[in-house]
């Protein structure tokens, strides 16, 4: 099962951070050399968190949700104003242990379900459930040591 760690809200006083944005998005195949400039700036939390007032970061802790893109130590933004669909990644407390689940159903049945086979779908019939948030983006580090 996957531990959370919160760690607070967006700061709506803090002053926004302008970075570089590239003009054109970036190609995963041959590199263009035409693509070689900057067009404006980017506010990453304008960018992430379309509701400030309802989204906080937390930590993700564990395994259980690797195979979609989740992983140990991963910081995701969380909005609380959102309704759960079907489908969604969720921070949700089942039967009072915290943990972060793709929500989806078995039949007719809801459960969460984990990104990884070693896991269990969660049953949430008969469970007592509290939803925290949707998890809307993961900031993951691409290089070992780099973030948290």
Same mark, same amino acid.
């Given at each position: 099962?996957?531990?959370?760690?919160?760690? $607070?809200?967006?700061?709506?006083?803090?002053?926004?951070?302008? &970075?570089?944005?590239?003009?054109?998005?970036?190609?995963?195949?041959?590199?263009?050399?035409?693509?070689?400039?900057?067009?404006?700036?980017?506010?990453?939390?304008?960018?992430?968190?379309?509701?400030?007032?309802?989204?906080?970061?937390?930590?993700?802790?564990?395994?259980?949700?690797?195979?979609?893109?989740?992983?140990?130590?991963?910081?995701?933004?969380?909005?609380?104003?959102?309704?759960?669909?079907?489908?969604?990644? &969720?921070?949700?407390?089942?039967?009072?242990?915290?943990?972060?689940?793709?929500?989806?159903?078995?039949?007719?049945?809801?459960?969460? &379900?984990?990104?990884?086979?070693?896991?269990?779908?969660?049953?949430?019939?008969?469970?007592?459930?509290?939803?925290? $948030?949707?998890?809307?983006?993961?900031?993951?580090?691409?290089?070992?040591?780099? $973030?948290?």
């Amino acid at each position: 099962m996957m531990r959370m760690e919160y760690l $607070g809200r967006v700061d709506e006083s803090a002053a926004p951070v302008p &970075l570089p944005l590239a003009a054109d998005a970036v190609r995963t195949g041959f590199p263009s050399p035409a693509d070689d400039y900057v067009e404006t700036e980017l506010d990453l939390v304008a960018h992430l968190v379309q509701h400030p007032s309802a989204t906080f970061f937390v930590r993700a802790k564990g395994d259980s949700m690797e195979t979609d893109g989740i992983y140990d130590g991963d910081l995701l933004i969380v909005d609380r104003s959102l309704e759960p669909r079907d489908g969604d990644v &969720l921070i949700i407390a089942v039967d009072g242990e915290l943990t972060c689940k793709r929500l989806g159903r078995i039949g007719n049945r809801p459960y969460l &379900l984990p990104g990884n086979p070693s896991y269990q779908p969660i049953p949430l019939e008969n469970a007592e459930c509290h939803v925290w $948030g949707v998890v809307t983006h993961n900031v993951h580090a691409l290089r070992c040591g780099v $973030g948290r």
